[in-house]
Nanobody
Framework: QVQVVESGGGLVQTGGSLRLSCVASGRAFGSYAMGWFRQAPGKEREFVAAINWRGGLGDYGTFYADSVKGRFTISRDNAKNTVYLQMNSLKPEDTAAYYC????????????????????WGQGTQVTIPS
């Protein structure tokens, strides 16, 4: 059974940066589509970023929520079974629990933006930006 574990959350001041990491088990990580979601207190879980798999064909495709575009970057290192979320210019409204998700039966070059499209979830890591 595939598992994913997030790390890297913490408390940072407005304008600061954090890098979240998500390590996935399984030998087929290179063919997983990956995503990051977040959930703030009292709010529904929302999409943050997604990255596809490409099987060696060109660059990875990525997609971002409008609220984080230009500030967050999703990337992956298949040799380390890890996906990253680099978060810059953090704002108080970015405060949330951040969840890593894997879709283990993903079509190549396809991005998945809905939480129900993912089959494996981590426990979450808290990111707090005080106002």
């Amino acid at each position: 059974q595939v598992q994913v574990v997030e790390s890297g959350g913490g408390l940072v001041q407005t304008g600061g940066s954090l890098r979240l990491s998500c390590v996935a088990s399984g030998r087929a990580f290179g063919s997983y589509a990956m995503g990051w979601f977040r959930q703030a207190p009292g709010k529904e879980r929302e999409f943050v970023a997604a990255i596809n798999w490409r099987g060696g064909l060109g660059d990875y495709g990525t997609f971002y929520a409008d609220s984080v575009k230009g500030r967050f970057t999703i990337s992956r290192d298949n040799a380390k079974n890890t996906v990253y979320l680099q978060m810059n210019s953090l704002k108080p409204e970015d405060t949330a629990a951040y969840y890593c998700a894997a879709r283990t039966t993903a079509a190549m070059l396809t991005l998945y933006l809905q939480d129900y499209e993912y089959d494996t979830w981590g426990q979450g890591t808290q990111v707090t930006i005080p106002s």
